[in-house]
């Protein structure tokens, strides 16, 4: 098992409110990653991250945002939730490496999201 | 677009028998990972293989790769009902990222 922790492991909120799905790892990886998945459906990677005060959005746009203040933190916040937002969220984690690295990644066991 | 295709995107076998998966890709490649998800799990990393192999084993998982066809397979051998699960497959390149692919559902019946 990977030590990388996601909370709540569900959630189930009202529109419009505030949340934030927390991700935290102790492997002291540099990049930290989140995806969104519908189920059965493929992952999309929102955000990443390659260190401290580092964000980046990722290939599918979502109106969430991040934040890295700690190496092993990467919270996920949702200022306003609607129903579009219902998924499962995936965290990960991958160690910076050198050239040689894989860039493989351990995975939180997700976060699943219902707005009503 | 994704990256990597999987295909199919489900597969139902009975129990002993081997599956096979397959991923194309578009872009050219540093390694190329398989994962494993449970149903509403996170995935879990299985094997990878370099660019320059061709084949690589680990236990019951054998992965081949063939780079002129950008395409590689994951073949399990004696399948068991644990290993119901959706099967990924993820690229990695000069971007320092993976790209996941769409997927694989394996259902293997007692």
């Known amino acids: 098992e990977a030590d990388i922790y996601q909370t709540p492991r569900y959630l189930v909120i009202g529109t419009g409110k505030k949340i934030t799905l927390e991700c935290s790892q102790t492997?002291?990886?540099?990049?930290m990653y989140w995806y969104q998945q519908d189920p059965g459906m493929e992952l999309h990677l929102i955000h990443y991250s390659y260190g401290v005060n580092s964000t980046e959005k990722g290939d599918l746009s979502s109106e969430s945002t991040v934040s890295r203040i700690r190496t092993e933190h990467f919270p996920l916040t949702l200022e306003s939730a609607r129903p579009s937002h219902t998924s499962q969220y995936l965290c990960?984690?991958?160690?910076?490496?050198?050239?040689?690295?894989?860039?493989?990644?351990?995975f939180g066991p997700g976060t699943r999201l219902t707005v009503l | 677009s994704q990256q990597g295709e999987e295909d199919p995107q489900a597969l139902s076998i009975q129990e002993g028998e081997n599956a096979t998966m397959n991923c194309s890709y578009k872009t050219s490649i540093n390694n190329l990972q398989w994962y494993r998800q449970n149903s509403g799990r996170g995935l879990v990393h299985l094997i990878l293989?370099?660019?320059?192999?061709r084949e690589k084993h680990s236990g019951r998982l054998r992965v081949t790769l063939d780079t002129s066809k950008k395409s590689s397979s994951l073949l399990i051998t004696a399948s068991r009902a644990a290993d119901t699960a959706s099967y990924f497959c993820?690229?990695?390149?000069?971007?320092?990222?993976?790209?996941f692919g769409s997927g694989t559902q394996l259902t293997v019946l007692p």
């Open positions: 993820a690229t990695g390149g000069s971007a320092r990222q993976l790209t």
């Open positions: 492997m002291g990886h540099d990049k």
């Open positions: 990960a984690s991958s160690d910076r490496g050198g050239l040689a690295s894989t860039d493989t990644q351990y």
């Open positions: 293989i370099r660019s320059n192999e």
